[in-house]
Structures are given as C-alpha cells and as structure tokens.
C-alpha cells in the first residue's frame, strides 16, 4: 500500500544509523498511489527477502487461508462439500440481479441466523467495482434499504441518503477530524439545528456539516480496493462476468484475505475463472526495480 511519494518520506526520515524491515504482501493490489514500491525492491534482488510460503497445519484447517494460495497460484477455489462446514463458501448464480437477492438474504438472515454474525458490524461486502448491478453503489442503495428502512432522521447530499444506524466510510484523509482514507464508522445522529451529521469512528463522534459529506459514502459494500489494509469478521464479494474490466488474479486474492472468519463467494464460475487466470493485472511502469539494480 506504499506509494513512491510515501516511501520517499519515509527513506528522508529515517536517520542514516537506522535498519528498516519491510514487511508485506506483495501479491496483494499495489498501491492506490504512482508506483510499486514493494515488488520492485524484491525484483531489484538488492535487498535481503525472506517469503513465508509454508501453511501450517492450524492455518491449513481454514478454507481461506488454502483457497487464498490457491488463487495466488492460478488454481480455482476449493469450496467445500454439501452440508460441509466451512470458512469459505462459494454461492453460484446465473445472472447478476440473482445476486442482488442473494447477498441480501445473506447479510439480512442467513449469516446472522447461522454464524451469529452481526450485519452492522460483522459482515463487509467487497465488490469489484463501483459500477454495475452488483456493484458496490447499488448494493449501498440495496442493503442501506432492508438494513436500515425507517430512520428517524434523513439527509441528503452529493446523491447518498445518510440517517442513524447507517455504516459509513470515509474516503480521505481529513487530518482536522483526524478520520482517515478507508475509515469505518456509523452515523449516531443528524442535527438539523447545527446543519450536521454526526458519526462516531470507534467510539469516537465526529461531527461533518452538511456541505462536507462529500467524502462520506454509505459503507454497506465497498470496492476490494478501499478495503486494502482491513479486515473484517465475514465478507461477501461477488465475482462476476459484468464485472471483467476489473478483474485479475490480485483483485480476488486480496477480497479474500481480508476476510478473518467467513468468506462467501457470489458468482459465476466463468468470472472467478477469468479472475484466477490473471484476468485484467495491470502491468504498471516503473523505473525504481532497474534504478535499484544498478545502484
């Protein structure tokens, strides 16, 4: 998740008598930002590299952890059998707007029901993209719906209806409110009087006039991309062919390590295939691997 211009920060702080240990997941998405800090200084062969490649045998028990490795070596999930309990399920459909029903009646009923899982605070869904029927916007509009259908109080702003009880997400860094880029909150209240939402971000409340909510979206899905460095108890991601400019081997393997406990595929096996072939990766041009080398 480290850029050019971070890392460039960092080597200017660090004092000349200091040692740095990176570490990270270089198969994961590269950094929103210019660069791919990572992966070239491990392809400089510059630096000293340890891989950890083994799967214990606690973590070889768990169904994400194995089909993880297996996505990252081109090989399609392994769901398990009917009626087998698992971590990691996948759900077929044949159509997109199946889909919409399925994750619904997942995070409404059937996870919460099985799994005791919260649907506010425990299951994050992860699309590919933003755009699209099982995108992430229109599942906002979907889940915020069913999940949160009379509130007390609504406003709305830059095309998102935010009330109390939404999940919500901010999506930059706001150094004042000291709420950064892929926080996670929920709105406690709206204040007409003040002109302000207020939301609290792990217990604390964070008060946003209403013509500043437009880097506050709803929370209730949100792309693999705004989820790099999180986790989350339960993820849904749903992989389909609508979604094929976006995806790649990096994309699915990253939705599924951010799930600690539960991840459900919703999908076509088409589309998880196009994903574990390596899909839509994205070569990215740099000149930090060749610099590093000749150094």
């Known amino acids: 998740m480290v850029d050019v211009p971070l890392m460039n920060a960092l080597t200017k702080a660090i004092p000349s008598h200091s040692g740095l240990l990176l570490v990270g997941d270089v198969d994961q998405l590269p950094s929103v930002g210019p660069g791919q800090v990572l992966a070239d200084i491990i392809g400089s062969e510059r630096i000293s590299v340890a891989r950890l490649t083994e799967v214990f045998r606690q973590a070889a028990e768990s169904r994400i952890v194995v089909n993880a490795h297996r996505i990252n070596h081109g090989q399609m999930p392994d769901p398990p059998k009917a009626g087998e309990e698992s971590d990691f399920y996948f759900i077929g459909i044949n159509e997109p707007e199946q889909g919409v029903g ?22 994050q869904v992860l699309c590919p993209m933003n755009r699209g029927v099982l995108g992430a916007r229109n ?107 976006m995806l790649a081997r990096n994309l699915l393997y990253t939705g599924v390590t951010r799930g600690k406990r539960l991840v459900i595929l919703v999908g076509q096996k088409k589309a998880v295939a196009m994903a574990v072939r390596g899909g839509n990766m994205k070569r990215r041009w740099t000149k930090l691997r060749e610099w590093l080398a000749v150094s």
């Open 139 to 245: 599942l906002n509009i979907e889940l915020q719906q069913v999940l949160n259908p009379n509130p007390p109080a609504t406003v709305e702003r830059f095309g998102w209806r935010f009330s109390p009880g939404d999940r919500v997400m901010e999506t930059q860094n706001d150094y004042d409110r000291e709420v950064f880029n892929g926080d996670l909150g929920m709105v406690v209240r709206i204040d007409d009087e003040e002109g302000a939402l207020i939301a609290s971000f792990d217990g604390r409340e964070v008060s946003y006039p209403f013509g500043e909510l437009d880097t506050l979206v709803p929370a209730y899905a949100t792309t693999i991309h705004k989820s790099q460095g999180s986790e989350y108890p339960a993820v849904i991601i749903p992989v389909v062919t609508q979604h094929y400019t």
């Open 102 to 123: 399925k994750i619904i009646e997942m995070v409404k009923e059937r996870m919460p029901k099985r799994f005791g899982l919260d649907p506010l605070k425990d299951i």
